[in-house]
């Protein structure tokens, strides 16, 4: 949260950041919201969490930190690319 805060003060373009409160619902209904340790599975634990716009996978919505030459020329906001 604060360094998306310092990125927006820097004038960067950032993804929203809340507080989100994740209900053991969720965990319960949602097979991303565990994690892989050797041969043991853990489930995320619920209570207030720190959450992102999530970028998804379709070509509108690409994170990149390495963009390839053809793909260069794509980019709608090339002036925040750089920085």
């Not at 097979?31 to 970028?55: G, W």
Request: with cysteine; proline share 5%; hydrophobic share 40%.
């Amino acid at each position: 949260m604060f360094a998306t805060e310092l990125g927006l003060k820097l004038g960067l373009p950032m993804p929203r950041v809340r507080v989100i409160e994740v209900s053991d619902w969720l965990i319960e209904h949602t097979p991303d919201l565990r994690i892989q340790l050797a041969e043991t599975q853990m489930r995320c634990q619920s209570d207030k969490q720190l959450a992102s716009l999530y970028v998804g996978q379709d070509n509108s919505s690409l994170s990149c930190d390495y963009l390839p030459r053809e793909m260069l020329e794509k980019v709608r906001n090339i002036g925040d690319f750089a920085k």
